[in-house]
């Protein structure tokens, strides 16, 4: 027994062809702000469109050659709610076919800070060359500002994807397939922060079940996930994008 492993695909060009069709070559992959497939020739135009600006009807029409906004504005909500702070000036990816009117959509990658304080906000997060900054350009926009409202009344009303029940609920299914494996992890694992690598500053902890993986698991659900919905809601209406009408 080596440990728990957590299979991921890479949202490069095999993986966009493979969900939206082609071939590989026929897309461009941005990890980062960088071409890892294809180049990052649009990419970079779609940035230049959005530093310029997109309050404009007609830049707002424009932008949307480059950026599918609805999926933009779910991948912005999904993070905030998560509370992702190691991003967004990297652990991202975004593609595109390499065709006029192609739009980018945007992945989740490499996001293990989140679901941490159920306080935290990410909604300021502006980071040139990254999603962030076409989001902040694009609140400029009131057109775009009632479609973010709708994703969110989607998303955080009405047994969404995000109201408490339904992302608890995930969730459970999840830590349920891992519960056993949890116990020969922490023996695989438990003293490797306490005795192999004591990185950064103790206390270093001999991790187990009972300690750590279930008190964390009772902090979810009775605090995160409760509480997480209304924070973030209420995060939106402080910056003036949900009305105070649910």
Known sequence: YWGLYNPTERPSAPFLASRFGGEPEDYDAIKGGSAVDGDATAWNTAMSMANAGLSTASAYAAIQQYVDVINLADYMILNHYGGNWDWDHHNWYAGRKREAGAQFRFFCWDSEHILESVNQ????????????????RLLSNSEFVVLLGDRLHRHLFNDGALTPTEAHGRWTGLRTQIETAVVAE???????????HSWQVGPYHLYTKNVHWLTEQTRLSTSYFPQRTGVIVQQYRNAGLYPTVD
């Open 121 to 136: 906000n990410e909604l300021s997060q502006n980071s040139n060359g990254n999603p962030s900054r076409i989001f902040t």
């Open 186 to 196: 922490s023996a695989r694992w438990g003293d490797y922060r306490r005795d192999v």
